[in-house]
């Protein structure tokens, strides 16, 4: 019989009055991997924080390798070995990949390091799973699965037997995750176990050996292995279907084209947006879409190729102005680099108004009009003073409400579903279903497919940065996890 690894016996946890865990109670064996599918983010951090630290509880208790940790009549406050690995991650740039798994670890004793030893110990330990990296490479210059696979080695370097994945496909490509999920299985199999949060459940179903649906700070359903089926998740989540939308059918006409250009690598990228079209980008090793975002941004040029905006021509390594031009871009989380957190809804909403109107200053009558339009879409929060006490949703809406006020002839959505939970991507779906039928081509640049798919009009697959195929909406159904 496997050792019982963590528990949760009917655990609710408030803060400041609000509930966020709600009498969860589920359980993690040793060297198993036990998958959350996020329905609603609501308690995803302090789910995190118990597990991880014995922080106050209202009720229920916390047991942790069979021995009781955590209880709400007596919270101790102490940590429990755990390790997350999680976007921002715990590595020091600065540092060598050697120097942040040996160095930096907790009880290295060492007054004179040898680095030759250290450097080979690492070679030892990426090669046990079947990798090359350089230990003496900086942190900094390492891409996210790289980092990934460094965070998970300092973990089992510490000794933990339990590591929380929170999110990976977040910042991880397809292929990234796939390769990352394939050690993972290996871990798991050396007594590792593992808690796989995910936002999509079949990125969950593929690696988990049960899985639980969490809502809103509770576990709705648990499913075991052979329930692992989109029928028996069907009852516990919400239509993708935008058949029942108001569709605009896009037109022949290419409004943005790129031919040969020079991104990175030694491929040229060459495709074609047209007029009211979405065309979803998959960058399967995330080669392409970031020197791509940074050239249409406006922050470089390109060394090669041309970029076709309408009747205009763009080329050369000098940057160009792309949004004067019509071409917008929303950062992949929007909430927090795209808008700005002390201004009021309207000032947020009608951000750059100016200079798509070329009138200087706004009149009074146009702010009137702006505001009766967009309470429609946007409810009450369109009266905010400020915007940071605002939920996720409605700050994603405000994000595309400016672009659809601005109506630029391209917006490019820079993985658009990667941070959300079910709803959220539900919503965010509809808002670009919205874009497009104004009239805006949307170009969908991501690393995963999630649900990208519902609303996309053509499929590019790139891979080591070259196209490897392309797919009409009609034939969608030959792509899969």
Same mark, same amino acid.
């Given at each position: 019989?496997?050792?019982?690894?963590?528990?949760?016996?009917?655990?609710?946890?408030?803060?400041?009055?609000?509930?966020?865990?709600?009498?969860?109670?589920?359980?993690?064996?040793?060297?198993?991997?036990?998958?959350?599918?996020?329905?609603?983010?609501?308690?995803?951090?302090?789910?995190?924080?118990?597990?991880?630290?014995?922080?106050?509880?209202?009720?229920?208790?916390?047991?942790?390798?069979?021995?009781?940790?955590?209880?709400?009549?007596?919270?101790?406050?102490?940590?429990?070995?755990?390790?997350?690995?999680?976007?921002?991650?715990?590595?020091?740039?600065?540092?060598?990949?050697?120097?942040?798994?040996? %160095?930096?670890?907790?009880?290295?004793?060492?007054?004179?390091i040898n680095r030759r030893v250290l450097d080979h110990q690492v070679e030892l330990l990426m090669g046990a799973l079947g990798l090359s990296i350089d230990p003496k490479r900086r942190v900094s210059s390492l891409n996210s699965f790289e980092r990934c696979? +460094?965070?998970?080695?300092?973990?089992?370097? +510490?000794?933990?037997?339990?590591?929380?994945?929170?999110?990976?496909?977040?910042?991880?490509?397809?292929?990234?995750?796939?390769?990352?999920?394939?050690?993972?299985?290996?871990?798991?199999?050396?007594?590792?176990?593992?808690?796989?949060?995910?936002?999509?459940?079949?990125?969950?179903?593929?690696?988990?050996?049960?899985?639980?649906?969490?809502?809103?700070?509770?576990?709705?359903?648990?499913?075991?292995?052979?329930?692992? %089926?989109? +029928?028996?998740?069907?009852?516990?989540?919400?239509?993708?279907d935008l058949s029942g939308s108001r569709i605009r059918e896009p037109m022949e006409e290419a409004v943005l084209k790129l031919e040969g250009v020079h991104l990175s690598g030694k491929e040229l990228v060459s495709f074609s947006l047209k007029r009211g079209?979405?065309?979803?980008?998959?960058?399967?090793?995330?080669?392409?879409?970031?020197?791509?975002?940074?050239?249409?941004?406006?922050?470089?040029?390109?060394?090669?190729?041309?970029?076709?905006?309408?009747?205009?021509?763009?080329?050369?390594?000098?940057?160009?102005?792309?949004?004067?031009?019509?071409?917008?871009?929303?950062?992949?989380?929007?909430?927090? +680099?795209?808008?700005?957190?002390?201004?009021?809804?309207?000032?947020?909403?009608?951000?750059?108004?100016?200079?798509?109107?070329?009138?200087?200053?706004?009149?009074?009558?146009?702010?009137?009009?702006?505001?009766?339009?967009?309470?429609?879409?946007?409810?009450?929060?369109?009266?905010?003073?400020?915007?940071?006490?605002?939920?996720?949703?409605?700050?994603?809406?405000?994000?595309?409400?400016?672009?659809?006020?601005?109506?630029?002839? %391209?917006?490019?959505?820079?993985?658009?579903?990667?941070?959300?939970?079910?709803?959220?991507?539900?919503?965010?779906?509809?808002?670009?279903?919205?874009?497009?039928?104004?009239?805006?081509?949307?170009?969908?640049?991501?690393?995963?497919?999630?649900?990208?798919?519902?609303?996309?009009?053509?499929?590019?697959?790139?891979?080591?940065?070259?196209?490897?195929?392309?797919?009409?909406?009609?034939?969608?159904?030959?792509?899969?996890?």
């Amino acid at each position: 019989m496997r050792k019982e690894i963590l528990r949760l016996n009917h655990v609710t946890l408030e803060e400041n009055g609000e509930r966020y865990l709600d009498n969860l109670d589920f359980y993690i064996l040793q060297g198993e991997i036990m998958g959350f599918i996020i329905s609603d983010a609501k308690g995803c951090n302090q789910l995190i924080r118990l597990i991880c630290h014995n922080i106050p509880i209202s009720f229920g208790g916390v047991y942790y390798e069979g021995n009781r940790v955590n209880h709400y009549s007596h919270p101790d406050f102490t940590d429990n070995r755990v390790y997350v690995i999680e976007e921002r991650g715990r590595l020091i740039d600065s540092l060598t990949i050697s120097d942040n798994l040996f %160095v930096m670890r907790k009880g290295f004793k060492k007054y004179i390091i040898n680095r030759r030893v250290l450097d080979h110990q690492v070679e030892l330990l990426m090669g046990a799973l079947g990798l090359s990296i350089d230990p003496k490479r900086r942190v900094s210059s390492l891409n996210s699965f790289e980092r990934c696979v +460094t965070e998970l080695l300092k973990a089992i370097l +510490t000794g933990c037997r339990f590591i929380i994945l929170d999110r990976v496909s977040n910042f991880l490509s397809q292929m990234e995750l796939k390769q990352f999920q394939d050690i993972i299985r290996k871990q798991a199999g050396r007594g590792i176990a593992f808690l796989y949060m995910g936002n999509h459940h079949q990125e969950v179903f593929q690696i988990a050996d049960r899985a639980a649906l969490f809502h809103h700070g509770t576990i709705w359903k648990v499913f075991e292995k052979e329930e692992m %089926v989109e +029928t028996a998740l069907q009852p516990y989540t919400i239509s993708f279907d935008l058949s029942g939308s108001r569709i605009r059918e896009p037109m022949e006409e290419a409004v943005l084209k790129l031919e040969g250009v020079h991104l990175s690598g030694k491929e040229l990228v060459s495709f074609s947006l047209k007029r009211g079209e979405c065309l979803m980008i998959l960058d399967t090793d995330n080669q392409t879409w970031e020197p791509l975002v940074e050239v249409l941004s406006g922050c470089r040029g390109i060394s090669g190729g041309r970029i076709f905006l309408g009747d205009r021509i763009f080329a050369g390594e000098e940057p160009k102005d792309f949004f004067s031009e019509g071409v917008a871009v929303i950062p992949d989380d929007p909430s927090e +680099t795209f808008l700005f957190q002390d201004m009021s809804y309207m000032e947020n909403l009608t951000f750059l108004l100016d200079r798509k109107v070329r009138l200087g200053n706004i009149k009074r009558s146009h702010l009137r009009s702006v505001n009766q339009e967009y309470r429609k879409k946007a409810g009450p929060c369109i009266d905010a003073a400020k915007i940071d006490h605002l939920s996720l949703r409605e700050k994603y809406g405000l994000a595309y409400y400016r672009i659809h006020l601005l109506h630029p002839k %391209v917006v490019v959505c820079v993985q658009p579903l990667a941070k959300g939970d079910m709803y959220l991507r539900r919503y965010v779906l509809d808002l670009i279903q919205e874009l497009k039928n104004s009239g805006i081509s949307v170009l969908i640049l991501t690393s995963n497919l999630a649900d990208n798919m519902d609303v996309s009009d053509r499929m590019i697959i790139l891979q080591d940065g070259k196209a490897a195929a392309e797919y009409g909406k009609e034939e969608f159904y030959k792509v899969g996890w």
